[in-house]
């Protein structure tokens, strides 16, 4: 299994160090920084959450092997490991990413919710570090956990950059969740 990390906003790609340190050599794992967020902004990018969206479309079905390989070292992976991760990208993970992204596309994002249920079909983790004031209510997080059918592990005393904080920790939470799959 290929993990793929994404961050968010404001945030570069740097956040996920101490995690991946901690997740070991079993899977390949590769971050991506979305344009303006650690990585350049192309000509005429919108920005929007479409051109965010379809940035990462393009990013996981793109590039021969060799060039994402250069492209992962080139923004921090050890090369060996990046030509690795670049190896696993094959058609059926590019599928399911599409899958996943083009389910999203709806008209705004406060309608996204509305298929929470929909997710319920496949096992899922929600990771609730109950200092993060960046996410919603504990309240909030329960509820969209809850109608997602996602199992949760809370992170006590954890922030919204959990993974810095403490990545042994979330390792471990996230390691527990992968062996009972």
Same mark, same amino acid.
């Given at each position: 299994?290929?993990v %793929?990390? %994404?961050?968010?906003?404001? @945030?570069?790609a740097? $956040?996920? #160090?101490?995690?991946?340190d901690h997740?070991?050599?079993?899977?390949p &794992? %590769?971050?991506?920084?979305?344009?303006?967020?650690?990585?350049?902004? *192309?000509?005429?990018f919108?920005?929007?959450?479409?051109?965010?969206?379809? +940035?990462?479309v393009?990013?996981?079905?793109?590039?021969?092997? %060799?060039q994402r390989?250069q492209?992962?070292?080139a923004q #921090?992976m050890?090369?060996? &490991?990046?030509?690795? &991760?670049?190896?696993?990208f094959?058609?059926?993970?590019?599928?399911? $990413?599409?899958?996943?992204?083009r389910?999203?596309?709806?008209?705004?994002?406060?309608?996204?919710?509305g298929g929470? @249920?929909?997710?319920?079909?496949?096992?899922?983790?929600?990771? &609730? *570090?109950? @200092?993060?004031?960046?996410?919603?209510?504990s309240e909030?997080?329960?509820?969209?956990?809850?109608?997602?059918g996602a199992?949760v @592990?809370?992170?006590?005393?954890?922030?919204? +950059?959990?993974?810095?904080q403490?990545?042994?920790?979330?390792?471990?939470?996230l390691?527990r969740?992968?062996? #009972?799959l």
């Open positions: 299994m290929t %793929v990390l %994404v961050h968010g906003n404001p @945030e570069t740097a $956040i996920w #160090g101490p995690l991946v997740l070991g050599d079993d899977d &794992v %590769v971050r991506l920084s979305p344009p303006g967020f650690g990585a350049p902004v *192309p000509d005429g919108a920005a929007t959450w479409e051109a965010y969206r379809d +940035w990462l393009a990013e996981l079905g793109a590039a021969p092997v %060799v390989g492209g992962l070292a #921090g050890d090369a060996g &490991v990046a030509d690795k &991760v670049a190896a696993a094959d058609p059926a993970m590019g599928e399911c $990413i599409l899958r996943l992204y389910s999203a596309a709806q008209p705004a994002m406060a309608d996204l919710g929470l @249920e929909a997710a319920a079909q496949v096992p899922g983790l929600a990771l &609730v *570090p109950t @200092e993060d004031p960046y996410v919603g209510t909030q997080k329960a509820r969209a956990a809850a109608r997602a199992r @592990e809370e992170l006590d005393g954890l922030g919204h +950059w959990w993974m810095m403490d990545p042994a920790r979330g390792a471990a939470a390691t969740f992968w062996s #009972g």
